[in-house]
């Protein structure tokens, strides 16, 4: 399994932008699909954005669709996820999680992060 950690979080105004990393141990994550997911207080963790292994497919919740770019560097074992027109329903804990195998979180049993808090002010 590989280890993965977050970071990149922070606080930032409404309309502002963000870039999370998830850095990667482990020969394997290049054959790992991503996945990003958010969890905010009092509510379920969700699925926010995914990658596949190679980069070619990428996946959105319709929240974050047109906002929310996710990609991979295999070279790097790391994997981003830009965030733009940061909205305040988007402050969240973020996490990274590989491989991803689905949308929902409990069915994806592969390793997580710590997670990383982004607050977005308005």
């Known amino acids: 399994q590989v280890q993965l950690r977050e970071s990149g979080g922070g606080l930032v105004q409404a309309g502002g932008s963000l870039t999370l990393t998830c850095a990667a141990s482990?020969?394997?994550?290049?054959?790992?699909?991503v996945g990003w997911f958010r969890q905010a207080p009092g509510q379920e963790r969700e699925f926010v954005a995914a990658?596949?292994?190679?980069?070619?497919?990428?996946y959105y919740a319709d929240s974050v669709k047109g906002r929310f770019i996710c990609s991979k560097d295999n070279a790097k074992n790391m994997a981003y996820l830009q965030m733009t027109s940061l909205k305040p329903e988007d402050t969240a804990v973020y996490y990274c999680?590989?491989?991803?195998?689905?949308?929902?979180?409990?069915?994806?049993?592969?390793?997580w992060g710590q997670g990383t808090q982004v607050t977005v002010s308005s």
């Open positions: 999680n590989a491989p991803w195998t689905g949308y929902t979180p409990r069915l994806n049993v592969g390793s």
């Open positions: 482990g020969r394997t994550f290049r054959s790992y699909a």
């Open positions: 990658i596949t292994y190679s980069g070619e497919s990428t």
